[in-house]
């Protein structure tokens, strides 16, 4: 039997980057995953493929997290086809980079809605099962940018910012319902939400990593399954940074 047989995990954002290895990699442990997307539908069913093509159980399932009604549907989706829900990893992000002066409205409303209300959203949706089973492993991706800042990322890191307190408040909650609630800060992985960022910048930021590379997918998803995991039973309320070093403290 694998670690995580048995249990049932919601990723969201899965359909792609971080969210997609951390899929895969529960998939791998024998968890039955839940594929969440906003919009990527044929990478969302590609990614189940390769969970199945794993001898895995996986749905793919479109929800947009920042809308409470959606992400209410993605938790009873789940529930729906597996019958029960463990894990649930709040990984969906965006960006809009913009220094403050050029920030627009929309570019604040778009990343908080999507990054902090998003886990808002499932976590509010997950948390009456989890408390009737009492059992439950809550993971939010959270970045650097949330614990140090980032100049032209004043929404990103504020909604990162506020996945930290949230995440610290609800594993208070929670914790008397053997439920964990955790967060995982990434520095720099390539993927697509950092595809357009500036060359100089990310040969500087990889400079300044002590361990003198970036972060893939995979480094993260490996942080994620070891929270979820039963050896982390004992562990709520923290932040798990890995960025090979660079936003040390
Ligand atoms: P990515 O490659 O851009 O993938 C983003 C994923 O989120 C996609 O699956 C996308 O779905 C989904 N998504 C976006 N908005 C959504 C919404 N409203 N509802 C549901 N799904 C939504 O990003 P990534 O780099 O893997 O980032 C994953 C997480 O890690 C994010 O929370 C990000 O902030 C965090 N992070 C990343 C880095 C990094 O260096 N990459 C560093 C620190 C933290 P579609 O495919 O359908 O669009």
Redesign the pocket.
């Known amino acids: 039997m694998r670690e995580l047989t048995g249990r049932v995990a919601v990723v969201?954002?899965?359909?792609?980057?971080?969210?997609?290895a951390i899929a895969v990699k529960l998939a791998s442990l024998g968890a039955k995953v839940v594929v969440?997307?906003?919009?990527?539908?044929a990478?969302?069913e590609e990614v189940v493929q390769q969970i199945q093509g794993m001898g895995g159980e996986a749905i793919a399932v479109q929800?947009?997290?920042?809308?409470y009604a959606e992400a209410q549907r993605l938790i009873q989706n789940a529930l729906d086809h597996f019958g029960r829900l463990d894990i649930l990893v709040n990984?969906?992000?965006?960006?809009r980079d913009a220094l403050l002066v050029r920030m627009s409205e929309e570019d604040w409303d778009v990343v908080i809605?999507?990054?902090l209300k998003?886990a808002f959203n499932c976590t509010k949706a997950a948390q009456r099962t989890m408390i009737k089973q009492r059992y439950g492993r809550i993971v939010n991706?959270?970045?650097?940018?949330g614990l140090a800042g980032n100049p032209g990322q004043a929404n990103?890191a504020a909604a990162?910012a506020g996945l930290v307190g949230f995440t610290k408040a609800v594993a208070k909650e929670l914790g008397s319902r053997n439920i964990t609630v955790n967060a995982v800060?990434?520095?720099?992985?390539?993927?697509?939400?950092?595809a357009t960022l500036p060359p100089e910048l990310v040969a500087k930021g990889i400079e300044m990593t002590p361990l003198g590379r970036p972060?893939t997918?995979e480094d993260?998803a490996n942080a994620v399954a070891f929270l979820v995991s039963d050896e982390a039973s004992y562990i709520t309320g923290q932040v798990l940074s890995v960025d090979g070093g660079l936003a040390m403290q």
């Not at 929800?63 to 809308?67: E, F, L, P, T």
């Not at 990984?91 to 960006?95: I, K, L, M, R, V």
């Open positions: 969201t954002g899965a359909s792609r980057g971080i969210g997609r969440n997307y906003r919009s990527n539908q990478a969302a929800a947009d997290v920042s809308n990984n969906a992000g965006t960006t809605n999507t990054n998003g991706i959270t970045s650097i940018a990103y990162k800060a990434p520095g720099y992985v390539p993927t697509d939400l950092t972060g997918p993260i």
